[in-house]
């Protein structure tokens, strides 16, 4: 079926830790994975994405790995701050009738401690 | 550029009444998908349109519908609410069906009371 898998779905971290959330997903055809970050009250924002071709991609503190064989995909926040306090949302697209809809993870919120 | 425009912003509505959303996508982008969030839910899809056509579609009873007009603004269209309808809205668009990047609107907020 069309599943994104989400884990964990809250995360408190102190400042200056790592936090990791990872992702797993359904459809084999799937060749696309963005991150969207949405702090309270704001619209989600694309913060990072990976294709299927390269098995982790980094900016600045933050990066994305994949495995293609075990359909999981990884959010890496390195060096915490309070401002990456927010929800996060993995996605991965399905494919049908020749087009593609982006299905989202339940989330994960993330509280960074000073 | 202006991003992804939704109104309104707020609306509050009893059960059985209809709502109309409206979003107005990035210039030159042509395809709009709409999202329903709840807590806990995360981004649910409800449906994607391209060239005025319904492309792809989520698991939502047909009470929930849209259309895209030439211009490719958007509406959604939501007949006799009920309380679980309650939720915010987000709209994103594209620059084609299949484009990767999505590009939220900050949503409409429906409550049904």
């Known amino acids: 079926g069309e599943n994104v898998e989400q884990h964990p779905s809250t995360l408190s971290v102190q400042e200056g830790d790592s936090a990791v959330i990872k992702c797993t997903y359904s459809?084999?055809?799937?060749?696309?994975f963005p991150w969207y970050k949405q702090e309270l009250g704001k619209r989600p924002q694309l913060i990072i994405d990976?294709?299927?071709?390269?098995g982790e991609k980094k900016d600045q503190r933050i990066a994305v790995t994949l495995n293609k064989t075990a359909k999981h995909f990884s959010l890496h926040i390195t060096e915490t701050q309070p401002e990456d306090s927010a929800v996060y949302f993995c996605?991965?697209?399905?494919?049908?009738?020749?087009?593609?809809?982006?299905?989202f993870g339940a989330g994960t919120r993330l509280a960074v401690h000073p | 550029k202006a991003g992804v425009t939704q109104t309104p912003r707020y609306l509050i509505k009893t059960r059985g009444q209809q709502v109309t959303l409206s979003c107005s996508p990035i210039?030159?982008?042509?395809?709009v998908s709409w999202y329903q969030q709840t807590p806990g839910q995360g981004l649910q899809f409800l449906f994607e349109?391209?060239?005025?056509?319904?492309?792809n579609k989520g698991n939502f009873p047909g009470r929930f519908s849209g259309r895209q007009f030439s211009n490719s603004r958007s509406e959604m269209n939501v007949s006799t609410l009920e309380l679980g309808d309650s939720a915010l809205y987000l709209c994103?668009?594209?620059?084609?069906?299949?484009?990767?990047?999505?590009?939220f609107g900050s949503g409409t907020q429906l409550s049904v009371l």
């Open positions: 994103a668009s594209r620059r084609q069906a299949g484009d990767e990047k999505l590009f």
């Open positions: 459809d084999s055809a799937s060749n696309y």
């Open positions: 990976i294709r299927s071709n390269v």
């Open positions: 996605a991965a697209p399905m494919f049908s009738g020749g087009y593609n809809k982006l299905i």
């Open positions: 210039s030159g982008h042509r395809s």
């Open positions: 349109y391209f060239s005025e056509t319904q492309r």
